[in-house]
T-cell receptor, first 115, second 113 residues
């Protein structure tokens, strides 16, 4: 069964450093998302991406964050200057297009620890 | 404001002891309601989509139902392997056909042998 793949599974970085989280969505999906989950809290929406542009972003997704689909398969989340409060599990998700296809398929996540 | 509220936040059951999890929502123009299962350190795994009041979906020991204001996830004769956090989520329609999915806090279920 097709799945969303995320790398790395764990990332440790120093505060102020840049990190790039990588995702390979399911191949025929058209919508791509990043969510995050701080330990013990709810899964929070960060950004959605369609047709090579951001379609919606949350208030969490400030200028320190960016997303990119550099080729036909990868989808990345970059955090330019990490803060302690960026420590969380980051999930990539994708979905197909059309009514009845609203469900999201999630990857296994990247656990980001900012020291 | 669109909201998704789940209760209880934690539930401890004996193996075989049936129960229900609740998800209430205040969303205008509901376009469906999702249930996901999340194991520790993993991403949410899709279980069900419900689209209209009165709809029911079943999978093994799980049955999801939907009313106009809430959804229930019924767990019949649970086993220890059903232990997980169960997430309720609602897609919110945005302009241009886009959407974002809003999650509840989840119910952490523990089934004791």
């Amino acid at each position: 069964e097709p799945e969303v793949t995320q790398t790395p599974s764990h990332q440790v970085t120093q505060m102020g450093q840049e990190v790039i989280l990588r995702c390979v969505p399911i191949s025929n999906h058209l919508y791509f998302y990043w969510y995050r989950q701080i330990l013990g809290q709810k899964v929070e929406f960060l950004v959605s991406f369609y047709n090579n542009e951001i379609s919606e972003k949350s208030e969490i997704f400030d200028d320190q964050f960016s997303v990119e689909r550099p080729d036909g398969s990868n989808f990345t989340l970059k955090i330019r200057s990490t803060k302690l409060e960026d420590s969380a599990m980051y999930f990539c998700a994708s979905r197909f297009f059309g009514t009845g296809s609203e469900k999201l398929f999630f990857g296994s996540g990247t656990q980001l620890s900012v020291l | 404001e669109d909201q998704v509220t789940q209760s209880p936040e934690a539930l401890r059951l004996q193996e075989g002891e049936s129960s229900s999890l609740n998800c209430s929502y205040t969303v205008s123009g509901l376009r469906g309601l999702f249930w996901y299962r999340q194991d520790p350190g993993k991403g949410p795994e899709f279980l069900f989509t419900l689209y209209s009041a009165g709809e029911e979906k079943e999978k093994e020991r799980l049955k999801a139902t939907l009313t106009k204001k809430e959804s229930f996830l019924h767990i019949t004769a649970p086993k220890p392997e059903d232990s997980a956090t169960y997430l309720c989520a609602v897609p919110l329609a945005l302009s241009g056909g886009y959407q974002k999915v809003t999650f509840g806090i989840g119910t952490k279920l523990q089934v004791i042998p």
